[in-house]
């Protein structure tokens, strides 16, 4: 009885982990009310967010920019990769291409209390700007990134959680090879959601 009620709550937490997923994944590729487009003039950096587990192990960077419009003077606070500023900015934190560079992303309003508390310390500091999305109305540029990994990663899960049946109830006669890659897809599929949560 203890078995089923456990394995019960563990199929119950797998599928809402999907759900999540699939849901998320979904909802912010057909959002056209929160995805923005506009144009920034200068941009430098505000904050590198390290994320590890227990401390230890490094799971990801997120890194967060200021973006200004010099034409409306609206700061746009910005979730873009690692190479995103110097790619599109010289040293002197000016577009590299004239008139600006025009950037597309999901703005979320962030609610974790100690990004939330860090961003506004830094933020608040800068004066004559606007925020035309909210001081911590943050643009993700790799929105679409995020969730086109949550979507390869339900279809990983699930031949995970499959094959994990396969093999239990082949046993001996289940082929080495399909072990092997069980493995290798569970593997990838686990550190793939531990990236994509973080």
Same mark, same amino acid.
């Given at each position: 009885?203890?078995?089923?009620?456990?394995?019960?709550?563990?199929?119950?937490?797998?599928?809402?982990?999907?759900?999540?997923?699939?849901?998320?994944?979904?909802?912010?590729?057909? &959002?056209?009310?929160?995805?923005?487009?506009?144009?920034?003039?200068?941009?430098?950096?505000?904050?590198?967010?390290?994320?590890?587990?227990?401390?230890?192990?490094?799971? %990801?960077?997120?890194?967060?920019?200021?973006?200004? &419009? &010099?034409?409306?003077?609206?700061?746009?606070?910005?979730?873009?990769?690692?190479?995103?500023?110097?790619?599109?900015?010289?040293?002197?934190?000016?577009?590299?291409?004239?008139?600006?560079?025009?950037?597309? %992303?999901?703005?979320?309003?962030?609610?974790?209390?100690?990004?939330?508390?860090?961003?506004?310390?830094?933020?608040?500091?800068?004066? %004559?700007?606007?925020?035309?999305?909210?001081?911590?109305?943050?643009?993700?540029?790799?929105?679409?990134?995020?969730?086109?990994?949550?979507?390869?990663?339900?279809?990983?899960?699930?031949?995970?959680?499959?094959?994990?049946?396969?093999?239990?109830?082949?046993?001996?006669?289940?082929?080495?090879?399909?072990?092997?890659?069980?493995?290798?897809?569970?593997?990838?599929?686990?550190?793939?959601?531990?990236?994509?949560?973080?």
């Amino acid at each position: 009885m203890k078995e089923k009620a456990r394995n019960g709550i563990l199929i119950l937490f797998g599928v809402g982990v999907l759900v999540y997923l699939f849901a998320t994944a979904i909802i912010a590729l057909t &959002d056209r009310q929160n995805v923005h487009t506009v144009t920034i003039h200068e941009a430098c950096g505000v904050l590198e967010l390290e994320h590890s587990i227990n401390g230890l192990i490094p799971i %990801g960077t997120d890194y967060y920019y200021l973006g200004v &419009d &010099d034409e409306t003077g609206y700061g746009y606070l910005i979730k873009g990769s690692k190479k995103w500023l110097e790619k599109n900015f010289d040293e002197n934190y000016q577009s590299l291409q004239p008139g600006g560079v025009q950037i597309k %992303g999901l703005v979320k309003t962030i609610t974790e209390y100690k990004l939330e508390r860090e961003l506004t310390d830094r933020l608040s500091q800068l004066e %004559g700007l606007q925020y035309p999305y909210g001081l911590l109305g943050c643009m993700d540029l790799n929105y679409v990134r995020t969730a086109v990994l949550k979507l390869a990663d339900v279809f990983l899960l699930l031949f995970a959680f499959l094959g994990f049946r396969y093999v239990v109830k082949g046993k001996d006669s289940t082929p080495p090879w399909f072990i092997k890659v069980w493995l290798v897809t569970l593997i990838v599929s686990v550190m793939l959601l531990i990236v994509i949560i973080r």
